[in-house]
């Protein structure tokens, strides 16, 4: 049994502590927990840049504070790799408003790539899911998959292998897709509301 609990700080008054900042982070043996910490100290405004490189994680990272943005150097440049994940159901997951992923990979989750439930501004660009092996329904269902969601922009972005959609938009409004890519998916793209 895995239980993730995030909490996002809210500060008062001018205290540095609680003013946003930019934090880059690179591969490493404890890079699972620094990008977890800094997900769970994450204050509205921070943006988290991950440097070129692949790195190895093994458990689901959780976002729920607002006003995050997640940047890496390119999706074929910086690789969050979860081919020995062992913990969580999907690669990331969040519930955050106004929330940025841009320019770094996902691969091989158990389960699904990115998944962001009920937010509100939500932009994936440059973004690649990936599962690497041969096609399989052991695959991980959805590769980008935000649900119950309001105002969501998809733009350059790549989903290969998944078990079900690469690109899988649930229920949700004002939602842009464009010049996204899709392959050895069981669907490409879908979007229902």
Known sequence: LFLAVTFCQVGQGNDDAFAPQTYTLSPGPDVQYQLQERLIQAVP???????????????????????ITIRGAGSEKTILSFKKQ???GQGLQSKGNNLVLEGFAVEDTAGNAIKILGARNVT????????TGKA????GAYGIYPVQCENVLIENCTAIGASDAGLY??????VVVRNSHAERNVAGIEIEN
């Open 124 to 131: 994936f660009r440059d973004i690649r899911t990936e599962w």
């Open 86 to 88: 062992d913990t969580g």
């Open 136 to 139: 399989s329904s052991m695959n």
């Open 45 to 67: 405004g921070d943006v988290i840049k991950l440097t070129a490189g692949r790195y190895e994680l093994r458990r689901q990272l959780d976002v729920v504070c607002d006003n």
């Open 169 to 174: 938009v649930g229920q949700c409004k004002n």
